[in-house]
């Protein structure tokens, strides 16, 4: 094989090596990626079935109802619609109904939420950036909302 041919395969194959990675990398990406969605939206069908996702919102007053040892349901809603939730787990002390969460799961056969990670929002008037824009299109945004992204 002459030098010429041999550097040649090398930079082959440090290109196929290197498509392999990124080929990789970006299929792990895919797979760890959370996208957010409303109640609203997840009410109408448009959240992947099977994947995990983020769905944020308030807690329905009234919808509080806790189990045997840590599980506990409840339903979080836009004002336009409400999922119900479960969770199995320690709540955040900041939990409370009519308060803003965001919680991390997938959707159940049965049209709930199954969620493995519940976030509260951090002090009464802080809300998540996505919560606050979903509740402004439904009109439910609370008088004491403020955006601190501005």
Do not use: C, W
């Amino acid at each position: 094989m002459t030098p010429r041919r041999r550097r040649m395969v090398l930079v082959g194959l440090m290109v196929a090596g290197v498509a392999v990675a990124a080929f990789l990398g970006l299929t792990a990406f895919q797979k760890n990626l959370l996208y957010f969605y409303t109640p609203s939206q997840v009410a109408a069908g448009d959240a992947p079935s099977g994947y995990s996702f983020r769905v944020g919102g308030l807690v329905v007053q009234g919808s509080v109802k806790r189990g045997s040892g840590v599980d506990v349901e409840f339903s979080v809603t836009d004002g336009a619609a409400s999922v119900p939730v479960v969770y199995s787990g320690i709540l955040p002390d900041l939990f409370r109904e009519g308060q803003g969460i965001i919680s991390i799961g997938q959707m159940n056969a049965q049209g709930v939420f199954v969620a493995t990670e519940v976030l509260a929002k951090h002090d009464e008037n802080y809300m998540p950036p996505e919560v606050g824009e979903a509740l402004k299109k439904s009109g439910q945004l609370p008088a004491n909302y403020k955006d601190y992204r501005k």
